[in-house]
């Protein structure tokens, strides 16, 4: 008997050892970045291990001046170019910041999409802008500011948008044309003040520059521009390194969580970065022979381009080649960085819709 018992012991032991090889194993969550991006071979996601050496090559043969660039795939650093860590000018992806910013408040009730323009300035929200507004022009919502649906055609306080292009003032009624307006843009940063009685760049530290663990976010490098004889509505420049832009990237691409927090409601994450106009919409027409529509401020991929690998991608996108991608089929972000009071020759999104397409190429 004395032997019996460790003989059956040790067959228990084996059963139970067997039975645990065979449970489950629980899949581990997302990474998220902690004070430094982990980094990460691109063969780790299946990668070519040549991927280094194409991406270098197309970057110095397209000789568009990138001054930073990072690709994030699985919460990781697979490839950098450049300065990550230096502070310069947004340019128009600001907009999509402000988007991003908008959710939470859309959220909890703080902003009310179907406002309309004239209902905010009767309540002293926002101001009358110069000159006045039509009054077809006051019933635009929120909502029609955001997807750059206005029927607003009062110019904005800054240029860089398609004023060229716009229709007489009174022409369109509100949400059913699409025409990019930086007065559509800036109104919106107005109103996100008037709301939430919080200055644009303060709540840009709260609710993200700080959660997020921004590395080179400065407050004081953040200021307003444009001309107020012009508009009232002033456009809100952000300067952000292109690591920093990679963590704005990688909370929508985890649809607004960021480890076991909801930083924007995932519902937003969505809306926002779908085709509220589509491709066959945009206007002037010549934007419909390129690759996107257009969201709420985001650049979301639309038409027959969008299948395969970049299927549902999105992108924030600023004059100059300042641009944040969102690449949900490769679980994938890129950021990257111009300095256009450097570089000053013409610069074209194709170069870095380019570099995409090549990553895309690289993945096996």
């Known amino acids: 008997m004395r032997f019996l018992l460790p003989l059956i012991t040790l067959t228990f032991l084996l059963v139970a050892c067997e039975k645990k090889e065979k449970l489950p194993t629980i899949k581990d969550g997302p990474i998220y970045p902690g004070a430094e991006w982990a980094i990460a071979s691109p063969e780790k996601y299946k990668f070519s291990p040549n991927t280094k050496n194409e991406l270098d090559a197309y ?63 009767s309540t002293g929200i926002i101001p009358e802008d110069v000159g006045g507004l039509m009054p077809i022009e006051k019933e635009a919502t929120i909502r ?57 760049y303060d709540a840009f530290g709260v609710d993200f520059a700080v959660p997020l663990r921004f590395q080179d976010w400065d407050r004081g490098k953040q200021v307003k521009g444009g001309s107020t004889s012009i508009s009232l509505y002033r456009a ?80 924030a996108s600023g004059m100059g080649g300042q641009l944040i991608a969102v690449v949900p089929e490769l679980d994938m972000v890129v950021a990257q960085k111009r300095d256009a009071n450097v570089h000053t020759s013409s610069y074209s999104d194709s170069y870095f819709l380019g570099f995409i397409n090549l990553l895309a190429s690289l993945k096996d």
């Open 59 to 121: 970057l110095e043969i397209s000789r568009n001046r990138v001054t930073g660039l990072v690709v994030i795939v699985g919460g990781e650093m697979i490839y950098s170019h450049g300065q990550i860590n230096e502070l310069s000018y947004l340019a128009s992806a600001r907009k999509s910041i402000m988007s991003m910013l908008y959710g939470k408040y859309v959220g909890n009730g703080t902003i009310n999409l179907d406002r309309t323009i004239g209902n905010l300035i």
């Open 236 to 315: 809100y420049h952000f300067y952000l390194s292109a690591r920093d832009m990679a963590r704005l990237g990688y909370l929508m691409l985890r649809n607004g969580m960021w480890n076991d927090t909801q930083i924007i409601p995932k519902d937003w994450v969505i809306e926002s970065t779908s085709a509220i106009t589509p491709l066959n919409e945009m206007n002037p027409t010549s934007r419909r022979n390129g690759t996107h529509g257009y969201g709420y401020m985001w650049w979301v991929r639309d038409g027959n381009t969008n299948t395969g690998a970049l299927r549902g991608s999105y992108l």
């Open 144 to 200: 029609h500011c955001l997807a750059a649906r206005s029927g607003v055609y009062h110019l904005g306080s800054n240029t860089g948008d398609d004023r060229a292009h716009f229709p007489t003032r009174g022409t369109k009624e509100p949400g059913t044309y699409f025409m990019y307006n930086n007065w559509d843009f800036n109104v919106n940063g107005s109103i996100f003040e008037g709301l939430t009685k919080m200055n644009i």
